[in-house]
C-alpha cells in the first residue's frame, strides 16, 4: 500500500539523511519525466539537479530548498546525476555526487557550500581517481572522513577491476563463480577533495570468514552503500540489487573487513531500493524509496510513515538480529 511521501511535488529517490545543525537533511536524487525506456544500463534515471530538504521533526513539515547544484554547473558533468551524499568537517558542508563524463564514464564530483542546504559550488574536475556509482561519506568520531562508493551493472564497477576503466568488461555486469564484486573505499584528505589513501575494496564476509560469493545474489554488493557507527560498531550496508533486499555487514573498522549480518528491508515497489541510515535526536531513522505512487521504475518518491527505528529493529533484547 503506498505510503505518505516525504514530499509529493517533485520525485525523490536514493535519500541520504544527516543531522545537521540541530535539523535533518535530506539528500535525494531528484528523478525526472522522460521518454528513456527501461534497461539495465539505468539509461532511464536521467537526473540533471539536486534538491535538499529539511525538517526539524521526524513527521513534521519539509522545506525544499530548491535546486542545491544542477548538471549544467559542473564542467565534467556529461548526465545522470545519480544518488548523493553530504558531509560536514570543518565548519564546511560538501556533496558528493556520481555523474557521467563526456566519455560516458561514472565518476565522482564533490561540490562546497557554508550552508547545509546549499546551493553548493562544484570542483571543475571530478575527484582524482574516483570511478563508479553512489558515493557514501563518513566522518569518524576522530575527524577522519570516508567515502564508499561503487555499484555494479550500470554503475560499471566491473570495467574497473584492474584498477583502469575497461568499458570491454562493461557486459560481463558480473562473476557467475569466485567472489563477488566488492564496494570501495578510500579515505579524504583534510579538505575533503581528493583521496589520500589507495581506493581498498571492502571486503564483505560470510560468518565463516569467506567473501560473498558472485552467485549469492540475495546477499551480495550490488549499490547504494551507506556506513554508520554503533555502540562502536561500524555497519555497512547496501542494496542487493537485482534481489531488491537492503542487507549489512559489521566490522571494527571503517575499511573494514566486515561480516555480512543480515537483511534490514525487503523488496520494495520498483527495482532499485537505495536507503541511509541516521540517529536524530536520539532515534534511529532507516529512509528509504519506492514506486508506489507512479509505478515507474525511475519515478521514486521516499515514505513519510515508513520510517523505522531502525536500532530498535535490528536490535532486540540486546542482541543483534536480522529482522
Ligand atoms: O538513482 C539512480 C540509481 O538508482 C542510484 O545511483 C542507484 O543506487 C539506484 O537507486
Not at 184 to 191: G, M, Q, T
Request: aromatic share 14%.
Amino acid at each position: 500500500m503506498a505510503s505518505e511521501p516525504l514530499v509529493k511535488h517533485v520525485f525523490t529517490a536514493d535519500p541520504s539523511a544527516h543531522a545537521f545543525a540541530g535539523k535533518l537533511y535530506v539528500y535525494p536524487s531528484h528523478d525526472r519525466k522522460t521518454d528513456i525506456k527501461d534497461n539495465d544500463n539505468g539509461d532511464q534515471y536521467d537526473m540533471n539537479d539536486y534538491h535538499v530538504f529539511s525538517m526539524e521533526t521526524v513527521g513534521g513539515p519539509v522545506t525544499d530548498h530548491g535546486v542545491a547544484l544542477k548538471a549544467e554547473d559542473i564542467p565534467w558533468v556529461d548526465k545522470q546525476l545519480w544518488a548523493p551524499d553530504a558531509a560536514f568537517k570543518n565548519g564546511k558542508y560538501y556533496l558528493y555526487f556520481p555523474a557521467r563524463n563526456k566519455e560516458g564514464v561514472f565518476q565522482i564530483g564533490v561540490a562546497e557550500s557554508d550552508v547545509p542546504e546549499g546551493p553548493f559550488k562544484p570542483e571543475p574536475e571530478p575527484i582524482a581517481g574516483s570511478y563508479s556509482i553512489d558515493p557514501a561519506s563518513f566522518v569518524d568520531e576522530d575527524g577522519q572522513a570516508y567515502l564508499y562508493f561503487g555499484g555494479i551493472w550500470g554503475g560499471q564497477l566491473q570495467c574497473w577491476t584492474t584498477g583502469k576503466f575497461d568499458g570491454s568488461a562493461y557486459s560481463n555486469m558480473e562473476a557467475t563463480d569466485g567472489p563477488a564484486l566488492l564496494p570501495r573505499v578510500a579515505k579524504l584528505s583534510e579538505d575533503m577533495r581528493s583521496f589520500t589513501s589507495g581506493i581498498q575494496e571492502v571486503a564483505i564476509n560470510d560468518a565463516d570468514g569467506k567473501l560473498l560469493p558472485a552467485a549469492d545474489h540475495e546477499r551480495r554488493f550490488f549499490e547504494a552503500a551507506w556506513m554508520h557507527k554503533y555502540n562502536g560498531k561500524y555497519y555497512f550496508s547496501y542494496s542487493t540489487g537485482d534481489t531488491h533486499f537492503l542487507a549489512y555487514a559489521t566490522g571494527d573498522s571503517p575499511m573494514g573487513p566486515f561480516t555480512y549480518q543480515g537483511k534490514i528491508l525487503d523488496p520494495v515497489q520498483g527495482w532499485t531500493t537505495h536507503h541511509s541510515i541516521v540517529e536524530f535526536k536520539g532515534k534511529w531513522y532507516l529512509f528509504y524509496h519506492d514506486t508506489s505512487l507512479s509505478d515507474k521504475n525511475h519515478l521514486r518518491l521516499i515514505p513519510k510513515a515508513d520510517r523505522k527505528k531502525i536500532h530498535e529493529y535490528l536490535f532486540r533484547e540486546g542482541v543483534l538480529v536480522a529482522k
